[in-house]
C-alpha cells in the first residue's frame, strides 16, 4: 500500500508516462512507462521544486540506481529526511 509521498509520485510519474499503461504501483519499471532520460530529468525537477530537496545524480546514474517507481520514492524519502 502507498503512502502519500508515494502516491505523489506516482502522479508526478504518471503526467510523464506513456498513455494506455497499466496502474502504476511501485514495483513498475520505469522503462516500462516509456520513461527515458528526458522525462525522467522532468520529474527528477518536479521532485525538486515539491519537496525543496536536491537530487544530485545525472543521466547515467539515475537509471542505475532508480529501476522502478519504488525506488525514486525512497531517494526521495531520504533526501527529505536529510532536509529535515
Known amino acids: 500500500m502507498a503512502d502519500q509521498l508515494a502516491t505523489d509520485i506516482i ?16 514495483d513498475t519499471e520505469l522503462t516500462a512507462l516509456g520513461i527515458h532520460s528526458l522525462e525522467l530529468t ?6 525538486e521544486e515539491e519537496y525543496d530537496i536536491e537530487i544530485e545524480m545525472n543521466t547515467v546514474d539515475a537509471w542505475s ?13 531520504v533526501l527529505i529526511a536529510k532536509s529535515a
Open 11 to 26: 502522479a508526478k510519474i504518471k503526467a510523464h508516462a506513456e498513455e494506455g499503461g497499466e496502474e502504476i504501483t511501485l
Open 42 to 47: 522532468e520529474i527528477i525537477f518536479d521532485l
Open 65 to 77: 540506481s532508480l529501476k522502478n517507481v519504488g525506488d525514486m520514492v525512497e531517494a526521495v524519502r
